[in-house]
C-alpha cells in the first residue's frame, strides 16, 4: 500500500490534514459520504469567520509552541454561482525561522450550496521544499491538477475524483456541517481529498461526547473523532489521531493531537472571530 512517505510535510502542515487514514483511491465503489445541499440558515460559518490554531510539539520534557494555523473564510462569485471563498495560512513562530521555516498559503473555493469545490491551490514554502498545487474541479468530479516543483517542472494529470473527493481545506468546512443528530459512537464516515497528484480514502470515526480544557480558552463539551494514522517519515502508523470539536452549531476545531515517531504534535485552538452562533459549549 503507498502511503505518505514520498510526500514532506511540516509538522504544521499535519494540523490540516486532522482526519487522515489514507490509502491512494483505486477503485470507484468505495464508501462514499453522501454530498447534500445545506440551507444557508443552518451552514456551521459565514463569512468573516477566522479562527487560530496554536501548533505545539512535546518530546519529554520539551513542550513549545512552534506556530500557528490560521482559517479565514469569505464570499465570492464566478459570475455563475455564489462561492465561498477559504484562505489557509501555516507559518512557523520568529524564533523557528531560523531552524526550519514554514510559509504556507491554502486557497480554496466551493459553492455555498452543498459546499463542493471548484477550484484550490497551495503555495508551500517548508525550509528547502516547495510545491505548488491548482486544481480545477470538473462537472464529471474529475480534476484538472498542475503540479509545480521546486526545480521548475510541471506537471499536468488529470485525477479521477468523485462528488466526495474534496481538496482539504473545503474538506474542513464540510465536515462541520454533516448530520451530527444521529451520531453514535463508533460511528464511520468515509470521504476523500486530493493532494499533489493523488486522491486519497479517508475514514473518520466517531468516538462520543467529551469535555475538554483549553490552555487560555476554557472548557468545553465537545465532539470526539479519531482516524488511524499512516507509517511514513513522521507518523508511525501504530497510533490514531484524534482530535475534538465544540458541541454546539459552530463545530469549531478545539484540540488535535497525535504521537509521532519522536514526540507528539498538537494543535489548540488560540482565537476566533465572527463565530456564526453563540459558543454554547463553553462550560467555564
Excluded at 142 to 149: C, F, T, V
Excluded at 228 to 257: C, Y
Aim: glycine residues 6%.
Amino acid at each position: 500500500m503507498t502511503t505518505l512517505a514520498g510526500y514532506r510535510y511540516s509538522i504544521l502542515t499535519l494540523f490540516l490534514l486532522t482526519v487522515s487514514w489514507l490509502s491512494p483511491a483505486q477503485e470507484a465503489e468505495k464508501p462514499c459520504l453522501p454530498v447534500r445541499e445545506v440551507p444557508s440558515s443552518q451552514l456551521a460559518f459565514g463569512a468573516g469567520e477566522k479562527l487560530t490554531i496554536i501548533a505545539s510539539y512535546t518530546w519529554g520534557v520539551l513542550n513549545t509552541d512552534v506556530g500557528t494555523v490560521t482559517l479565514e473564510i469569505a464570499e465570492k462569485s464566478n459570475g455563475v454561482v455564489q462561492l465561498f471563498q477559504a484562505i489557509g495560512r501555516i507559518q512557523t513562530a520568529r524564533f523557528f525561522n531560523a531552524f526550519f521555516r514554514v510559509d504556507d498559503y491554502y486557497e480554496s473555493h466551493f459553492r455555498q450550496t452543498d459546499l463542493r469545490p471548484t477550484y484550490f491551490m497551495r503555495d508551500v514554502h517548508e525550509g528547502k521544499y516547495t510545491i505548488q498545487n491548482y486544481y480545477h474541479y470538473n462537472t464529471d468530479h474529475s480534476i484538472n491538477a498542475r503540479i509545480i516543483r521546486k526545480d521548475g517542472s510541471v506537471q499536468d494529470t488529470l485525477l479521477p475524483g468523485r462528488i466526495c473527493t474534496f481538496d482539504f481545506i473545503t474538506l474542513f468546512y464540510f465536515l462541520r456541517n454533516l448530520e451530527f443528530k444521529n451520531i453514535k459512537p463508533g460511528d464511520i464516515s468515509p470521504i476523500s481529498f486530493a493532494i499533489d497528484e493523488e486522491v486519497y480514502d479517508l475514514y473518520l470515526r466517531f468516538d462520543g461526547r467529551d469535555e475538554i480544557r483549553i490552555q487560555g480558552m476554557g472548557t468545553f463539551r465537545c465532539l470526539k473523532f479519531s482516524a488511524q494514522t499512516v507509517a511514513g517519515v513522521v507518523f508511525d502508523g501504530k497510533e490514531e489521531l484524534r482530535f475534538w470539536i465544540s458541541d454546539d452549531r459552530n463545530r469549531i476545531p478545539l484540540f488535535i493531537e497525535s504521537p509521532v515517531v519522536v514526540g507528539r504534535v498538537t494543535g489548540r485552538l488560540g482565537s476566533y472571530e465572527n463565530l456564526r452562533y453563540p459558543l454554547t459549549s463553553k462550560i467555564k
